[in-house]
């Protein structure tokens, strides 16, 4: 076993050790320092294509080479270096080290320029055959590689009737005749013991042609001219040619053709497939030279002497650099003029030329060098103009507003106010001329244009700023843009305004039938302090505070101030009678005519003998056809949130109302988010906050979706003169405990006939019964005037065998006080109907309103008070009027509502007591909500007449029905 062993290990150890020993025996083909490395450069046997080869061959102390030579195959090489350009040099060799294939002019010129490089500073060899076929060490000569920078020369001399031509080559400032110079390898020049190459195979087929006519080329003159205008007006592009038979001109001559002037510069612009070219050109007198080009300023006098002219090399240098250094690829195409490389022009790809944002700056500087730009729109599919924008502005005071003079222009091309705003609204910074060409918006005026439209309106080719949004004029436009005028205008804006809180005092009206308060006197002064201005505003003072007698003395004190004082109202229909009822009740001496009903007036004739014009929101948009045809002193909008959306109807109808002054009166002025002001700011106070969509981007979207303390501050502040906002506890101290109001609520049309139809009924029913029935029959009576009670409330809640649809007036008001109040207060909310308060609850829920119920089959009824009290999420209770009527001590709400009044005021007060209490800090409000034309309209008034009934706390429905006559039965329905 171990003999065996042995064995096995003897046989691996003989078969890798030679394995082993080549590795470490076999060098590498070349070191780093590549020693013994030459390059050799010799013609195929066969082909006679240029070889180029690697080898390796040592060498004598003199440093000649020994044989033998050996062959190193390029691309072994390739892999033992990271280098690039020593990576480049062994692809090259390889290229040439096998080549068969017939000459490619374009990658043989980028190998061999790779192969020039020399990155190793390998010794170079030629082969010369006439010493060996073969190559060795006997027929290789050195010479020194490098790439040639030709500079040829034409002579041109005139010798009788003929024309000898003759050229010459200048290489690091020695000329050599052609017949001295040998071309080697297609693409070589060979001069004593340097091989060149050149890198422009122009210039070798050109040094070819001449030396296959040893250097002298013989035109006669018949010939000549000809010759010149095909062959050396194309060659001068590229050789400089030497008229040494023309005169160089004298003064005579330059004066007389135009030389003498100043020398015109020019770009012109071409196409070659997705390359822009630019050729610059300068103008002597009347010929155009182009600048990188040898071509000489040839020229007849008036004799028809032939004559040249210098270039004036220093202004052409200077429009090289002028082009140059408007860009980095111009700068390095400029370095290869300089290097002779003899391209004829500038080039960029299409894609980059064509960007505004370079070439515009690139125009405008060349062009205030005094170099013209042609052919910019000739290339194609392209419209735009190659002119920055000339944009001036200027602001003065008009009448009403301060009015903007916006001049842009493209070179001779003036933008329409109209166009601009179209970019402009449409975010592009491009803008159509009329021309057809398109010019580009700078970038910082598009913002500072977006602020000019959104704050203005336009009007013709001027931009009108409403004097009210005097902030954004001095925010947008700087003061060297501002008229004298405009300025003083300012300034007494900002003073006045700016001294918000000292307003003048108004005197009173004398005819007012009411003393105001102090906050009411404020609220006076303010309205008339925006009147001297004739700036509009929004009143928003809480529900309860009296905006109505506020606007009232503000009507009254524009009796001697304006000449027609006719004031249009407008409110919603449920407020109607209100308004009605105040001015009478205020100021009886004002003359008032209420378009509404079917029955309304349809013309506005007789409106100059009336100061109040009162209608609803409803007939506005029945009648806006007529009554936007009269200018009314002001437009009063009451419960304005009911034009918050600038979409809607109503703010539409109201926007084609003409008057000298519009105010705004609600109690919320914000209900869901900040766009909420803008409709009513809009009409009350047009221009204030710019354009829609202007507000929207500047302040809603950042203050509603990302809560922009700053945003939010700015339009505070730039609304703060125009808002006149009190809450009730700004002004607890001023008001009485306790104030009670009437919400006069209007059916629809579905509502008011199901009504209609249980009254008949029950009115057929007491006609048709003398007292005595009438007085048997009360509970019958009763229960028919019930029905009508629960109409008013909701048909819904008579709909046990018939439906008749949920058309609820007192639900859509009820529900718009509960959303706009809850925020921000609790409230009671009672009926004598739990299937009122069930419906209630229903849409509440819907609403995801947070509410406590309470009602005669409530078990937990502690739980469900205290719920109310402790939880703040719960804003509302909803409270059946004879479960909740007494017991309860709800001082945490200030907001009462009493959705359906019965007989006895009394009962409704001892709900409203739930709240006014002792512990109350609060001043409470308590809201009746009233169908008009209805059974409670007439309730209300019999509660007025029959004072027994307010006094008698303890009768019931039935004894209520008793008292009562036939005739008191029918007057109620």
């Not at 003079?405 to 091309?413: L, W």
């Not at 009554?627 to 002193?633: E, T």
């Not at 008793?962 to 007057?971: A, G, I, P, T, V």
Request: proline share 3%.
């Amino acid at each position: 076993m171990q003999e065996k062993g042995e064995e096995q290990l003897n046989f691996n150890y003989d078969k890798l050790l030679p394995i082993v020993k080549k590795s470490k025996a076999q060098p590498p083909i070349a070191t780093k320092s590549h020693a013994n490395l030459v390059l050799v450069f010799s013609r195929h046997r066969h082909y006679r294509h240029l070889v180029i080869e690697l080898m390796t061959a040592d060498q004598t102390k003199q440093g000649k080479l020994k044989n033998p030579l050996q062959v190193v195959e390029p691309l072994d090489l390739l892999w033992k270096t990271e280098d690039q350009q020593e990576l480049k040099f062994f692809a090259a060799v390889s290229k040439f080290k096998n080549h068969y294939q017939e000459s490619q002019v374009a990658s043989d010129l980028e190998a061999l320029k790779a192969i020039v490089v020399n990155p190793l500073s390998l010794p170079v060899y030629l082969h010369d055959e006439q010493l060996a076929a073969t190559i060795n060490a006997s027929s290789l000569t050195k010479i020194e590689l490098s790439a040639l920078k030709p500079e040829f020369e034409l002579n041109i001399d005139e010798r009788a009737d003929q024309f000898a031509l003759e050229g010459i080559l200048h290489l690091q400032g020695k000329s050599f005749a052609l017949e001295t110079v040998e071309l080697r390898y297609q693409y070589f020049v060979k001069i004593k013991q340097n091989l060149y190459l050149v890198k422009d195979p122009f210039f070798l087929s050109l040094m070819d042609f001449f030396k296959q006519h040893r250097n002298q080329l013989v035109l006669e003159r018949e010939v000549y001219q000809n010759f010149q205008e095909e062959i050396l007006d194309a060659l001068e592009e590229k050789v400089k040619i030497n008229y040494s038979y023309l005169k160089p001109a004298t003064k005579k001559q330059i004066i007389e053709q135009g030389f003498d002037l100043e020398n015109e510069k020019l770009i012109y612009l071409t196409e070659s497939e997705d390359y822009v070219l630019l050729t610059p050109v300068m103008r002597y007198g009347a010929l155009e030279i182009p600048i990188i080009s040898q071509k000489q300023i040839k020229a007849k006098d008036k004799r028809g002497q032939m004559f040249t002219l210098l270039r004036d090399e220093q202004k052409e240098l200077q429009f090289i650099t002028d082009i140059a250094k408007m860009h980095p690829y111009f700068e390095e195409q400029a370095y290869e003029f300089s290097e002779q490389r003899h391209a004829d022009c500038f080039y960029m790809h299409r894609k980059h030329f064509i960007s505004p944002e370079w070439f515009l700056e690139a125009f405008e500087a060349w062009r205030s060098k005094g170099i013209a730009i042609l052919g910019f729109n000739g290339l194609k599919d392209n419209k735009l103009s190659p002119y920055k924008a000339n944009i001036s502005i200027k602001v003065i005071s008009g009448i009403d507003w301060f009015e903007t003079a916006i001049k842009v222009q493209f070179n001779k091309q003036t933008v329409s106010l109209k166009h601009l705003h179209k970019s402009i609204r449409n975010k592009n910074k491009f803008v159509q001329l009329d021309d057809g060409t398109i010019g580009m918006l700078p970038d910082e005026w598009l913002q500072k244009f977006e602020g000019y439209f959104g704050a203005g309106e336009i009007s013709e080719e001027t931009l009108r700023t409403p004097n009210i949004n005097y902030s954004a004029v001095e925010e947008l436009y700087e003061e060297a843009l501002l008229s004298i005028d405009a300025k003083e205008r300012l300034q007494l804006y900002r003073s006045k305004l700016a001294a918000f809180d000292q307003i003048d005092e108004t005197e009173v009206p004398a005819t007012l039938n009411a003393t105001l308060r102090g906050y009411q006197k404020e609220g006076l002064n303010w309205l008339n302090f925006l009147d001297t201005f004739n700036f509009g505003g929004c009143l928003a003072d809480d529900m309860g505070l009296g905006k109505t007698i506020q606007v009232l003395a503000f009507i009254l004190s524009q009796q001697e101030k304006v000449e027609r004082n006719t004031n249009l109202i407008i409110v919603p229909a449920s407020l109607v009678f209100n308004w009605q009822q105040e001015i009478k009740k205020f100021a009886p001496t004002l003359k008032v005519t209420t378009i509404y009903g079917a029955n309304r007036i349809k013309h506005q004739k007789d409106f100059d003998q009336y100061q109040i014009v009162l209608t609803s929101y409803g007939t506005l948009l029945a009648d806006v056809a007529w009554l936007k045809a009269y200018r009314f002193n002001y437009i009063f909008l009451d419960e304005s949130q009911s034009i918050k959306n600038p979409d809607s109807q109503r703010y539409k109808a109201a926007r084609l109302l003409q008057s000298r002054n519009k105010i705004v009166l609600t109690g919320t002025p914000i209900e869901n988010n900040t766009f909420d002001l803008y409709g009513q700011l809009s009409f009350a106070c047009p221009g204030l906050l710019g354009n829609r969509e202007h507000f929207r981007q500047q302040y809603s979207v950042p203050i509603d979706q990302f809560k922009d303390s700053r945003r939010a501050e700015e339009l505070q502040q730039r609304i703060k003169p125009f808002i006149l906002r009190r809450t009730k506890t700004q002004v607890a101290q001023e008001l009485p405990d306790k104030t009670e109001m009437v919400i006069y609520c209007e059916m629809d049309q579905k509502q008011r006939e199901i009504y209609e139809s249980a009254r008949n009924e029950i009115r057929d029913y007491l006609m048709g019964r003398s007292e005595d029935e009438l007085t048997k029959s009360s509970m019958h009576v009763l229960q028919g005037i019930t029905k009508l009670r629960q109409i008013c409330n909701s048909p819904s809640l008579i709909s046990k065998e018939k439906f008749y649809g949920n058309a609820s007036a007192k639900m859509d008001v009820l529900l718009e006080q509960i959303e706009s109040k809850a925020p921000y207060h609790k409230i009671l909310v009672f009926s004598q109907f739990v299937g009122m308060l069930n419906l209630v609850k229903e849409a509440l829920e819907d609403r995801g309103v947070k509410f406590a119920y309470l009602s005669g089959q409530t078990k937990n009824r502690e739980a469900v008070v205290n719920s109310f009290r402790q939880d703040e999420e719960i804003r509302v209770f909803l409270i059946s009027l004879k479960a909740g009527g007494v017991g309860l001590n709800l001082t945490e709400a200030d907001y009462v509502y009493l959705i359906d009044p019965w007989w006895n005021p009394a009962v409704e007060n001892q709900a409203i007591d739930r709240t006014y209490r002792i512990g109350q800090q609060k001043n409470v409000m308590a809201v009746r909500l009233i169908c008009l034309d209805t059974i409670e309209e007439k309730i209300m008034l019999m509660q007025q007449k029959k004072k027994d009934l307010v006094t008698d706390l303890i009768k019931t429905d039935a004894s209520v029905f008793k008292s009562l006559s036939k005739n008191d039965l029918l007057e109620l329905i």
